[in-house]
């Protein structure tokens, strides 16, 4: 018995917003594409400035790269 392939009706993504695409991505693609293909497809899109201001903000909003001292100011010892 050959059984019937389902077909997946995709919503028009050109209709989506960025919030919805990137939904989509992360209910559609396994973890480690995600934390690492994604990240790195995105900074192979941006210029040197965009990307620095990525990536401080990036390191100050997760406490990367900080100093033991800055750590200690920030959340006590």
Do not use: A, Q
């Not at 994604?38 to 790269?65: H, P, Q």
């Amino acid at each position: 018995m050959i059984k019937e392939i389902e077909k997946v009706e995709l919503e028009d993504h050109t209709k989506m917003n960025r919030w919805e695409k990137m939904e989509f991505l992360e209910e559609t693609t396994p973890v480690e594409t995600h934390t690492k293909t994604i990240l790195n497809e995105l900074v192979c899109w941006m210029g040197d400035d965009d990307f620095n201001k990525f990536y401080d903000y990036f390191c100050s909003n997760w406490d990367i790269c900080r100093s033991d001292k800055e750590l200690n100011e920030k959340y006590g010892e």
